[in-house]
């Protein structure tokens, strides 16, 4: 996995001070990793970046675990399972509930940390007891691995990909049960220098760390051709807000219709955005094809037959499908938004104001301009390996 050479070393390097404060050889680290984000049977994408990051992790030698703690919608009152199993070579405790009342049960922090606490005093401190615990995400991860630390004694590190930490610690009834266990994190990992800078205004005097999300192994640079007169274009999300599909589709829409140009759009992932879109028609010269959810070998098939990538959102603490595209050698059309410009540069892609007119404007640029495919995959390569 290229992005991991990035990772390892600055990784090492945020642990090694906690490992040495408490006495450890860094050889013999027990990592537990905490999430509630994590591929599983009702969504095998979700937080994958944390899989891939624990993979990482325990290429160095170190020892990994996960404890994934999941409360998910269904029709039944409440459904409690405790589940063990392997995921590429690390094993995985994982607790899930479902229930008709998830909202309602997904806010209470106090349920999250006795769910944790107890997996971890029942199941794991009896096979694996760790040295550090490295929770992802502020709410509720950092709760749990803040709960399951202070009970014994363990530091914790956090790392923070959300998007909606700023709202949460203004606005949450909770919060301050978040902001407290912000107080007794060793450390704080974010994937962007945007997400470091509205840390460290909400949470000051915090030690805080950049080390991006890992990009799979699966994405690397393929020539590509297509046998027809057509742009191709593909993006690639959960499709509901902050991503906005709907500046994707209304401006290539506009664009190939004024420019009598022939546009095919792969639109990968689901949500209620692109069930919006799948009933509407649209003018005879761009091709909608949408193809749901995809593996990573299946998004690098069609990456093979992309021209450009094209992501639009409101917010974004890193991207980890324009990094995949970039890795790939494809040219960016993408919102100027949040952490997005930190990823690209003149020569790997253009950045839009998110109205339908500047992205149909900059479309246009877009398909002016020569772009060098595999600099743009060697750049990158090189600049994931840059800490090596």
Not at 89 to 105: A, P
Not at 125 to 136: G, R, T
Not at 232 to 253: G, H, M, V, Y
Not at 311 to 329: C, K, M, P, R, W
Request: charged share 20%.
């Amino acid at each position: 996995m290229p992005f991991a050479l990035f990772l390892i070393p600055l990784y090492i390097c945020i642990i090694s001070p906690i490992a040495l404060q408490y006495k450890m050889n860094k050889e013999k680290i027990k990592i537990l990793f905490v999430t509630t984000w994590f591929p599983h049977e009702e969504n095998k994408h979700k937080g994958i970046f944390i899989l891939e990051h624990a993979r990482a992790v325990a290429s160095t030698g170190i020892e990994v675990r996960v404890l994934f703690i999941n409360i998910i919608h269904s029709k039944s009152l409440f459904h409690y399972k405790y589940d063990e199993y392997h995921e590429h070579n690390i094993k995985i405790y994982k607790k899930e509930i479902k229930s008709i009342f998830w909202k309602f049960l997904y806010i209470i922090p106090y349920l999250w940390q006795r769910l944790g606490l107890s997996a971890f005093n029942k199941k794991i401190i009896n096979e694996f007891k760790p040295d550090i615990i490295h929770s992802h995400v502020s709410f509720p991860a950092l709760i749990i691995g803040d709960f399951i630390a202070k009970k014994n004694n363990i530091p914790q590190v956090l790392s923070e990909h959300w998007s909606g930490l700023e709202n949460h610690l203004k606005k949450n009834i909770f919060s301050y049960i978040t902001k407290n266990a912000y107080t007794r994190v060793s450390s704080i990992i974010v994937v962007s220098e945007f997400l470091k800078n509205n840390i460290e205004k909400l949470i000051p005097n915090k030690n805080i760390q950049i080390i991006p999300n890992v990009v799979s192994e699966d994405f690397c640079f393929t020539r590509h051709g297509t046998d027809d007169n057509a742009y191709r274009f593909t993006c690639i999300a959960n499709w509901q807000a902050p991503k906005r599909l709907d500046l994707i589709i209304e401006s290539l829409n506009k664009f190939s219709e004024d420019n009598k140009t022939n546009i095919i759009l792969n639109v990968i992932g689901i949500g209620s955005q692109q069930e919006f879109y799948e009933s509407k028609i649209f003018n005879p010269l761009i091709k909608i094809k949408y193809q749901g959810r995809k593996t990573k070998k299946e998004i690098q098939d069609i990456f093979q037959q992309t021209d450009f990538f094209i992501h639009a959102s409101d917010y974004e603490t890193f991207s980890i499908v324009i990094a995949e595209a970039l890795q790939n050698g494809i040219p960016i059309l993408a919102s100027n938004k949040a952490a997005i410009p930190e990823l690209i540069n003149s020569n790997s892609g253009i950045l839009a104001d998110n109205t339908i007119e500047d992205f149909i404007k900059k479309t246009g640029y877009l398909l002016q301009q020569k772009w060098n495919r595999e600099e743009i995959a060697s750049f990158y390569n090189q600049k994931f390996k840059s800490s090596d």
